[in-house]
Structure formats: structure tokens, C-alpha cells
């Protein structure tokens, strides 16, 4: 059964600053990885999703690597703002996606 | 925004009494999920469709039945819902299972007493 593990469950940062957002998972043969963020009482929103072909993608100021050999992904987020501040989920697989916990980001003005 | 619409947004109900949630999409998209996000599990898949009439379990599908008789609604019902089944309840849609992003509604929350 695939586990997803994000650390840190949580993270406080000024603004401005760069951070990356840490998820491991424990079996390689994966479909597809994919980084949403959700706000307190939302649904989530899709950030960035690789495939298994894939080892990153990027948007504005979002970069989201994969490392399969290595069970790990990492989100990382440029300049950091307080409009940032979320929950960030990672979820593994196709049709049966496995979640992690999360990560909640804080960003102080 | 994905063109999702799950109804209703809240409920509350009585143990032993049946329940249908409904996602509607507006995508077209072939496949369609359940979710349920509960403190200390996170989000787990309970069912999912990926197409009219298909349908196949999740990780925590015990209680649960769906139905997907249009493409652009999928039913959750719980028979005869249970504390255990107080949770808030999310739709997803994709496009494709292997390439596409899932997209999510804005959830469900029921509350069963």
C-alpha cells in the first residue's frame, strides 16, 4: 500500500522568503504526483502535477520536482507571500490517489 | 475554476437514515471521484467513476454506493449512515486518469448524530 509523508506538518516563514515543501512516498512505481493547495473550509486547488516521465514542472513562481529512484518530491515556492499561506497536500498515484497530511504554510507580512 | 457543483453543502441527519450527495460537472470530463477528509487520515478515495455505469471502489468504500447514470452527475449515498460517516465529502473530475489533473469541488460536510 502507498504511503505519502509530508514534512514539516507545518512551517512559518516572513515574506519574501524561499521555501521548499518536502513529500515522500514509498512505492516508485507511480502514475502520476500532483501538488494542490486548499484553504480552510475550500476544496483543493491543483498547483502542479508531473508524471512518471517527468522529473519537474513549474509554474510562475512554483517548482515541483520528482525524484522517483528516491521516493521523494519536493514544491518549492519562490518569494514567498502572504497569500501563499495554505495548506499544501501532495497525492500520488492514477485513480486511486493516495493523499499525505500536508504541509500548512504560514507566511508572515 | 472546474465547472463542479456539489449539493448539498451542509447536512445534518440522524443515524440510520439514507443519504445522497450529489456532483454535478459542467466538463464533460470521463472520470469522476469521492472523497472524504477526516482529521488525522487526510483525504481518502471512497469511490470513483470513469465512465457512465462504471464504477469501482476506493480505500474506504465500506457503507458507500454510487451511481452514474449521465455523465455529468455521480451520486454518493450512504444506506444508512452512521456517526463513523460525519466527514466532509469531496467530488473530483479528470479528464484522464494517467495525465490530467484531478480538480475538486468545494465539498460536503455532514454531520450525522
Known amino acids: 500500500k502507498q504511503e505519502v509523508t509530508q514534512i514539516p506538518a507545518a512551517l512559518s516563514v516572513p515574506e519574501g522568503e524561499n521555501l521548499v515543501l518536502n513529500c515522500s512516498f514509498t512505492?516508485?512505481?507511480?502514475?502520476?504526483l500532483q501538488w494542490f493547495r486548499q484553504d480552510p473550509g475550500k476544496g483543493l486547488t491543483s498547483l502542479l502535477l508531473i508524471q512518471s516521465s517527468q522529473r519537474e514542472q513549474t509554474s510562475g513562481r512554483l517548482n515541483a520536482s520528482l525524484d522517483k529512484s528516491s521516493g521523494r518530491s519536493t514544491l518549492y515556492i519562490a518569494a514567498s507571500q502572504p497569500g501563499d499561506s495554505a495548506t499544501y497536500l501532495c497525492a500520488v498515484g492514477d485513480n486511486d490517489m493516495r493523499f499525505g497530511a500536508g504541509t500548512r504554510l504560514t507566511v508572515k507580512p | 475554476d472546474a465547472g463542479i457543483t456539489q449539493s448539498p453543502r451542509h447536512k445534518v441527519t440522524e443515524t440510520g437514515t439514507p443519504v445522497t450527495l450529489r456532483c454535478h460537472q459542467t466538463?464533460?470530463?470521463?472520470?469522476m471521484y469521492w472523497y472524504r477528509q477526516d482529521p488525522g487520515h487526510g483525504l481518502r478515495l471512497i469511490h470513483y467513476s470513469y465512465g457512465v455505469k462504471d464504477t469501482d471502489k476506493g480505500e474506504v468504500s465500506d457503507g458507500y454506493s454510487v451511481s452514474r447514470s449521465k455523465t455529468e452527475d455521480f451520486l454518493l449515498t450512504l444506506e444508512s449512515a452512521t456517526s463513523s460517516q460525519t466527514s466532509v465529502y469531496f467530488c473530483?473530475?479528470?479528464?484522464?486518469?494517467?495525465?490530467?489533473?484531478?480538480?475538486f469541488g468545494d465539498g460536503t460536510r455532514l454531520s450525522i448524530l
Open positions: 473530483a473530475i479528470s479528464a484522464d486518469s494517467s495525465g490530467q489533473p484531478q480538480h
Open positions: 466538463e464533460n470530463h470521463r472520470y
Open positions: 512505492d516508485s512505481a507511480i502514475y502520476n
